[in-house]
């Protein structure tokens, strides 16, 4: 997977994140309702696993949104699944979607998801599909806003 930037008028690069990205996707998925400095986090033998299997998978990608300064202020993962149904055509889900704490209702979220949206059409996914937790309102306006639609009920089961 290529790691050079998206082109176009953002203010922001989008690229699939790379190792050396791992921290700070770390600290953004921490940062619920706060910055956390990926200096302080702790980059277990299990995070590296699971970054070296989706960084091999050609499926799988995690992107990372990076400011002029080259840190990471947004990322989410996106997985290319195939099926047979909508004629066989293959759907994009997306998980994880984060935008640094304090950069939050700047916009930033918005070209995050477009943009994945926009790669995941060019590479032949006809649908894309994401799950939110149930008390994450703001998250459900965002969605909405986007063009999603709160279509099915989902479940999940920890094993």
């Known amino acids: 997977m290529s790691t050079t930037p998206e082109p176009g008028p953002y203010r922001h ?3 699939p994140a790379t190792r050396a990205d791992l921290p ?5 998925l ?26 091999t998978d050609p499926r799988n990608e995690i992107l990372v949104l990076v400011d002029a300064a080259g840190e990471a202020v947004g990322c ?3 997985t290319r699944i195939p099926g ?5 055509a293959e759907r994009a889900l997306i998980e994880a979607v984060r ?8 916009g930033l979220g918005r070209d995050l998801v477009r943009r994945t949206l926009d790669r ?5 996914c006809a649908l894309a599909q994401l799950t939110s937790n149930k008390s994450r ?22 094993l």
């Open 13 to 15: 690069d989008l690229r």
């Open 24 to 28: 700070a996707v770390l600290a953004l």
């Open 99 to 106: 935008i640094r704490a304090d950069l939050r209702g700047s």
């Open 120 to 124: 995941a059409r060019a590479q032949g």
């Open 84 to 88: 047979l149904g909508k004629g066989g």
């Open 76 to 78: 989410l993962q996106v």
């Open 137 to 158: 309102d703001a998250a459900h306006r965002f969605y909405l806003s986007l063009g999603f639609e709160a279509s099915h009920e989902g479940f999940k089961l920890l």
């Open 30 to 55: 921490a940062g619920e309702d706060g910055v956390v400095d990926p200096a302080t986090v702790e980059v277990t033998d299990a995070y590296e696993r699971a970054f070296a299997a989706v960084e």
